[in-house]
C-alpha cells in the first residue's frame, strides 16, 4: 500500500493508504490527511490542494489539462494538485509555503462546469452506489485471474449530492461523499478515456485482463 508523508508546519505526519487513492477524495470522508491536507473543490478548479512534492513524483501520472490549466509553469517546479492525483505509490509532500495562483478566479470560469464522473467499486474493499442525481451511463468491470477487481461505472452528474460510498470492512461503515470531491469530466469520452488509463496503470502493474459490462 502506498505510503503517504506530509510535512506541514515543521511537524511529519504519515499513513499507507489504499492503492489508487486519492487524498482530497480520502480527507473530505475525515480520513488522513485530514486535517493535514488543504483542499477546496476537489475538481482541479480552485487550486487550494496545490503541494509540492518532495520525493515520489516519479511514480505519478502526468498532470493532466486541469494542472496545466491551474499551475502552468509551476508544474516544473514540482508543483501538483492534490485532488487529481490517484496514488499507485510511496508520496511525500508538503503545502508549506505553496500558495494557489491568484488568478484561480478567472481560470475556474474560463474551465466551465464538468459533468461525468467515474464511480469506482472494489469488492472486499469499497462500492460506490449512484444515488439520486446520478444517472449510471456505463460501466465496466475490470476482471484479473478470473476474479472480479473493480468496476467503474461512468455517470452524469445532474446536481451537486452526496455519493454513497460503503466501506466493506467488517462491520460495513457507509460514508456520504460529497459529489464535489470526485473528479469531473465534461463527456463521456473523457470519462471513458480517464477509465482506460486506469485500467492501463492496471495492467502495467500485472492485471492483464480486463471486459467492458
Ligand atoms: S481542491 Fe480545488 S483544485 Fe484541488
Redesign the pocket.
Known amino acids: 500500500m502506498p505510503k503517504v508523508i506530509i510535512h506541514k508546519d515543521g511537524q511529519v505526519f504519515q499513513d499507507e493508504v489504499q492503492d489508487n487513492t486519492n487524498l482530497?477524495v480520502r480527507a473530505g470522508i475525515r480520513k488522513f490527511p485530514y486535517p493535514y491536507l488543504r483542499?477546496?473543490?476537489?475538481?482541479?478548479?480552485?487550486?487550494?490542494?496545490t503541494c509540492r512534492i518532495i520525493s515520489g513524483a516519479e511514480n505519478l501520472p502526468e498532470p493532466n489539462w486541469?494542472e496545466k490549466k491551474?499551475l502552468g509553469e509551476r508544474l516544473a517546479q514540482g508543483l501538483r494538485?492534490?485532488?487529481?492525483l490517484w496514488l499507485h505509490h510511496d508520496v511525500e509532500l508538503t503545502q508549506d509555503g505553496v500558495s494557489p495562483p491568484a488568478s484561480t478566479q478567472a481560470v475556474l470560469q474560463a474551465a466551465g462546469d464538468s459533468m461525468y464522473v467515474i464511480l469506482t467499486s472494489k469488492p472486499g474493499q469499497f462500492r460506490t452506489e449512484p444515488v439520486d442525481g446520478v444517472r449510471p451511463v456505463e460501466a465496466y468491470d475490470y476482471i484479473a485471474a478470473g476474479r472480479l477487481r473493480a468496476r467503474f461505472v461512468i455517470a452524469e452528474l445532474a446536481q451537486e449530492t452526496k455519493i454513497k460510498v460503503v466501506d466493506e470492512a467488517l462491520p460495513p461503515v457507509v460514508n456520504h461523499v460529497p459529489s464535489k470531491f470526485l473528479e469531473r469530466f465534461d463527456s463521456v469520452e473523457e470519462a471513458r478515456a480517464a477509465y482506460l488509463s486506469r485500467v492501463a496503470d492496471l495492467a502495467a502493474r500485472g492485471f492483464l485482463d480486463a471486459s467492458a459490462g
Open positions: 482530497v483542499y477546496g473543490c476537489g475538481m482541479g478548479k480552485c487550486a487550494k490542494c486541469k491551474m494538485l492534490a485532488c487529481q
